[in-house]
């Protein structure tokens, strides 16, 4: 065996975080690539073999993307990270503990969790469920990993005594409502930063939707359910383009931005 897999063998701290910062540096990319894996490999199905249940989870797997959007609008308007670190690496001007982070170590990710889950309940596979949702979880999982080694490192004891107080992923409600008060709420922040995700998983929601017909149905009996698909769907790239417009133009500029990490 070569000294290098004897090292990753020994050290799978260091195999988790590596693969946490190839994750973080090309998850634009690998997001698209998985849901191109899911259409090609995988097939959707109505649950228990009923139309009115298969609607029911997909409005119940919109309402958990939802959810998660909210948790991310929540974070970044009250307390804003570092979208993609510096150069796609990880970076950490100081240390966030305030806002949403004084009650939950990693909120922006168990948003994200909402929404991977929620677009599956849409899709609803099988092997999405067992296979594809657990990989794209584990994904974001080992980002935490390489952010939590590369804090500890970063900023040492602050981070040691953060850890010590702050639960990783399950939120910890008491005191966050006096926390949300003592804080201004920028709107602007919120739709300069978080457009591009809202766009791309209400863009995945709908296609999902209508693919999930085409299969099942065919063209000409999904037809009528597609053109209605489409017509509540042409707010959204509507709406895009016109903050996309407003953020470029220098017009949606947020009044104060802290900089730490967001994924």
Same mark, same amino acid.
């Given at each position: 065996?070569?000294?290098?897999?004897r090292?990753?063998?020994?050290?799978?701290t260091?195999? *988790?975080?590596?693969?946490?910062?190839?994750?973080?540096?090309?998850?634009?990319?690998?997001?698209?690539?998985?849901?191109?894996?899911?259409?090609?490999? $995988?097939?959707?199905?109505?649950?228990?073999?009923?139309?009115?249940?298969?609607?029911?989870?997909?409005l119940? !797997?919109f309402?958990?993307?939802?959810?998660?959007?909210?948790?991310?609008?929540?974070?970044?308007?009250?307390?804003?990270? @570092?979208?993609?670190?510096?150069?796609?690496?990880?970076?950490?001007?100081?240390?966030?503990?305030?806002g949403?982070?004084?009650?939950?170590?990693?909120p922006?990710?168990?948003?994200?969790?909402?929404?991977? $889950? !929620?677009?599956?309940?849409?899709?609803?596979?099988?092997?999405v469920?067992?296979? *594809?949702?657990? *990989?794209?979880?584990?994904?974001?999982?080992?980002?935490?990993k390489?952010?939590?080694?590369?804090?500890?490192?970063?900023?040492?004891?602050?981070?040691?005594?953060?850890?010590?107080?702050?639960?990783?992923?399950?939120?910890?409600?008491? !005191?966050?409502?006096?926390t949300?008060?003592?804080?201004?709420?920028?709107?602007?922040?919120? @739709?300069?930063?978080?457009?591009?995700?809202?766009?791309?998983?209400?863009?995945?929601?709908?296609?999902?939707?209508?693919?999930?017909?085409?299969?099942?149905?065919?063209?000409p009996?999904?037809?009528?359910?597609?053109?209605?698909?489409?017509?509540?769907?042409?707010?959204?790239?509507?709406?895009?383009?016109?903050?996309?417009?407003?953020?470029?133009?220098?017009?949606?500029?947020?009044?104060?931005e802290?900089?730490?990490?967001?994924?």
């Open positions: 065996m070569s000294a290098a897999p090292s990753a063998a020994r050290h799978p260091a195999l *988790v975080d590596s693969v946490g910062r190839f994750v973080f540096r090309y998850r634009d990319y690998l997001a698209p690539a998985a849901l191109l894996v899911v259409l090609v490999f $995988t097939r959707p199905q109505a649950p228990l073999g009923s139309e009115r249940v298969d609607t029911v989870l997909d119940l !797997g309402l958990v993307a939802a959810a998660g959007q909210a948790l991310r609008v929540l974070v970044i308007g009250y307390a804003y990270i @570092l979208r993609g670190g510096s150069h796609k690496q990880l970076a950490a001007p100081r240390l966030v503990s305030e949403l982070y004084a009650h939950c170590r990693n922006m990710y168990v948003g994200n969790f909402l929404l991977l $889950t !929620g677009l599956c309940m849409i899709y609803h596979s099988p092997w469920y067992g296979l *594809v949702l657990p *990989v794209l979880i584990a994904g974001q999982i080992a980002i935490v390489a952010e939590e080694s590369y804090l500890a490192v970063r900023f040492g004891a602050a981070y040691t005594a953060y850890c010590e107080r702050v639960n990783r992923f399950v939120p910890r409600l008491r !005191g966050l409502r006096a949300t008060r003592g804080l201004r709420f920028d709107w602007r922040r919120v @739709l300069r930063k978080e457009y591009g995700t809202t766009f791309a998983w209400l863009s995945a929601a709908f296609f999902l939707l209508a693919w999930e017909d085409l299969v099942r149905f065919g063209l009996a999904a037809a009528p359910d597609v053109r209605r698909l489409l017509i509540l769907y042409a707010p959204v790239p509507l709406a895009y383009g016109v903050v996309r417009w407003l953020k470029k133009s220098g017009r949606l500029r947020s009044s104060d802290v900089l730490l990490r967001e994924p």
